[in-house]
């Protein structure tokens, strides 16, 4: 669903970038759980993150939508504990690296040897420079792994 990464919108790789350490792993379930349509999802990875979109999106993750649109700022919303639903806290409770070397674990495991090898080498990229290679791979990984 996601196109070359030089064609990403970055307000797009930032929500990626934050839902993804909290357990969504592709563009299907991210478009499912904000109840978008997929379309929706396509035009924001190409033009760009909507204000309702982030908005929605810290609604329902707690990513701040001023850090999604603008990258300024921290990603997380500031939120009261009476703000947070409790089911988000249980379900996202796993540390975020964890949880992603879950899901190309698994990935890794349903992919055919080429494919294996090719996530092999974006993750080799993006250890050995994480800051600069990461707008670049994070859309590009989560387009294999989807």
Known sequence: MLHASKNVHPSFVRLLEGVMSLGVTNS???ATELGESPQ???NWA???VSKAG???AQGRYGISATWVI???GAPLAAQS???VDPALVQRYSAPSVTKALEVIAAAAEKADPGERA???GLLRELVQDPKRNAADLIPVLARRLS
């Open 28 to 30: 299907s379930m991210l």
């Open 70 to 72: 603008t990258g300024e």
């Open 118 to 120: 090719s996530i092999a």
């Open 40 to 42: 929706t999802i396509t």
């Open 81 to 83: 504990d009476a703000e």
């Open 46 to 48: 190409r033009r760009g």
């Open 54 to 56: 982030a908005l929605n």
